[in-house]
T-cell receptor, first 109, second 114 residues
């Protein structure tokens, strides 16, 4: 079966760095997405990786290793507004997105 | 503002009643999707449409139907609602169902079936 695993919840301190991991087992691979979802709101697109390596976008970076079935989202200089759920999703061989359950990130002052 | 519009924002529905959740996009995306999101579970695909005139079943299609008469609209119908259909429903669209464009989501419909 297809499976996406990510931690349920993480806590970090304002100004610090946090890494959210995602491992996956899917039927084929056509890219990995990270989305941010604030409570009561819709998911919003953060990043896309299809090749191995690190993609950097401001304070957020996303890494992919296809051979290990592994990705992480790195958030630097954490701000209170970064408190949200972070969803990992993999596009399978049928170009359907398979979603993880999300990681709730709590930022403390 | 371009994007996806869902209606209603929230609804309380009596079990056994029917309801249609509306979804309209103005980005000319050819692929559209309906998901439900429940606490502790990931987004689960109900139905999808890769292009106008075609639809497909997702992971949890039972009790739901969709139609795609044109590019912009993708309504989701519950023929006879049951309490297990209490959830938050998100409509999404993407440029061609593949590639790095990502999905754009509507703001969601919170449905409670009592």
């Amino acid at each position: 079966g297809q499976n996406i695993d990510q931690p349920t919840e993480m806590t970090a301190t304002e100004g610090a760095i946090v890494q959210i991991n995602c491992t996956y087992q899917t039927s084929g691979f056509n890219g990995l997405f990270w989305y941010q979802q604030h409570a009561g709101e819709a998911p919003t697109f953060l990043s896309y990786n299809v090749l191995d390596g690190l993609e950097e976008k401001g304070r957020f970076s996303s890494f992919l290793s296809r051979s290990k079935g592994y990705s992480y989202l790195l958030l630097k200089e954490l701000q209170m507004k970064d408190s949200a759920s972070y969803l990992c999703a993999v596009m399978d061989s049928n170009y359907q997105l398979i979603w993880g359950a999300g990681t709730k990130l709590i930022i403390k002052p | 503002t371009a994007g996806i519009t869902q209606a209603p924002t929230s609804q309380i529905l009596a079990a056994g009643r029917s309801m249609t959740l509306r979804c309209t996009q103005d980005m000319r995306h050819n692929a559209m999707y309906w998901y439900r999101q429940d606490l502790g579970l990931g987004l689960r695909l109900i139905h999808y449409s890769n292009t106008a005139g075609t639809t497909g079943k997702g992971e949890v299609p039972d009790g739901y139907s969709v139609s795609r008469a044109n590019t912009d609209d993708f309504p989701l119908t519950l023929a006879s609602a049951v309490p297990s259909q209490t959830s938050v429903y998100f409509c999404a669209s993407s440029f061609n169902g593949e590639g790095d464009y990502g999905y754009t989501f509507g703001s969601g419909t919170r449905l409670t079936v009592v």
